[in-house]
Nanobody, 126 residues
Framework: DVQLQASGGGLVQAGRSLRLSCAAS????????VGWFRQAPGKEREGVSC????????YFADSVKGRFTIFRDNAKNTVYLQMSSLKPEDTAVYYC???????????????????WGQGTQVTVSS
């Protein structure tokens, strides 16, 4: 049974950092691309950052380039999203997702992922 558990959200001031974790179980983690998506109230879900299963290819939304990094620890079946220089516009519910069949050109698209975890709220105050 595939399970994804997102954690690490919270309330922080602008300019500070947070690290989100996505812990996976129930599948061969090494074979899956994992992505972070977010959805703010009244907005569509958007791809934030993703990391491929092999060779560690990554994707970042333009809005987070230079501020967010993503890395995976396959030994712990966990993907981390390190968020720095947070802005109020980063406020959203953050979700992690995984799939074994994500093509690189689709890494930032939510439709490419078949498995989703519950969200974790990130709130950035100004």
């Amino acid at each position: 049974d595939v399970q994804l558990q997102a954690s690490g959200g919270g309330l922080v001031q602008a300019g500070r950092s947070l690290r989100l974790s996505c812990a996976a179980s129930g599948f061969t983690f090494d074979d899956y691309t994992v992505g972070w998506f977010r959805q703010a109230p009244g907005k569509e879900r958007e791809g934030v950052s993703c990391i491929s299963s092999s060779v560690g290819r990554t994707y970042f939304a333009d809005s987070v380039k230079g501020r967010f990094t993503i890395f995976r620890d396959n030994a712990k079946n966990t993907v981390y999203l390190q968020m720095s220089s947070l802005k109020p516009e980063d406020t959203a519910v953050y979700y992690c997702a995984a799939d074994a069949n994500v093509i690189l050109s689709s890494m930032g698209r939510s439709s490419a992922y078949g498995y989703w975890g519950q969200g974790t709220q990130v709130t950035v105050s100004s």
